[in-house]
């Protein structure tokens, strides 16, 4: 098990380096944020003691379930699932260091309360339905722009840029769209100069579509089976509102 991670993270990072080259990209500006839903805290720790050092959860369960078993080896936790406001007291007591998945106004406005009330900050993604499908979260893309600002204005929320989930689809151009729509999102945002506002991440691709995603801007590339192995369910499970 620990060779196959080991093995599979070595051809992730190989991917990436070569479509950074490919684009004329400093591989630099590519984190590698592994998706560890379902993948056990033995395999996480395995690719965290050989390198890596982000992580993301997107269910607040599994965060807990974990958190004992790693949290004496050196790492960064995002939390990239949709988010329900009761349970925003997890997120802080897990020590989640950013929230990719903030997608409406309800939600930064609890968190930046709870924040507030414990004297802290914490580092932010707007998440943009960019694909238009209705079992996606995220803030529809013509509304993306005004949610930015009103989240702004919440001092103990750090926005750091964008998340999408791009279309679940063979079809590379359809899914291309997604990601370039992201990008000129923040563009845009970068234009208008926003106070408290740093679009300087974009949070795009999974294990399928990451070549597509860097060519397009990717800053963060969100990375699971490729690396840990396929799940019992497929991917639209986790990511499904109706689920």
Known sequence: MKENILHNLETIHARIQKSCEKSGRNPNEVKLLLATKTVSAE???????????LIAENKVQELKEKYNDLTNTPHDNHFIGHLQTNKIKDILKYDVVCVQ???????????????????????????????????????????AV??????????????????????????????????????????????????????????????????????????????GTAVFGSRIYPDSFYWNEGV
Not at 43 to 53: D, H, M, S, V, Y
């Open 43 to 53: 395999q996480i720790k395995t690719a965290l003691e050989n390198g890596e050092f």
């Open 101 to 143: 998945s903030l997608d409406r106004l309800d939600l930064a406005e609890k968190l930046h309360q709870r924040l507030l009330s414990v004297g802290k900050t914490m580092e932010v993604l707007i998440q943009v339905n960019t694909s238009g499908e209705e079992s996606k979260f995220g803030v529809h893309p013509d509304e």
């Open 146 to 223: 005004e949610l930015t600002r009103k989240v702004s204005e919440f001092s103990t929320l750090k926005i750091k840029g964008l998340m999408t989930i791009g279309l679940f689809s063979a079809e590379i151009e359809k899914v291309r769209l997604c990601f370039k729509i992201l990008k000129n999102l923040q563009q845009e945002l970068i234009r208008l100069d926003i106070p408290n506002v740093d679009m300087k991440e974009l949070s795009m691709g999974m294990s399928g579509d990451l070549e597509t995603a860097i060519e397009e801007g990717s800053t963060i590339v969100r990375v």
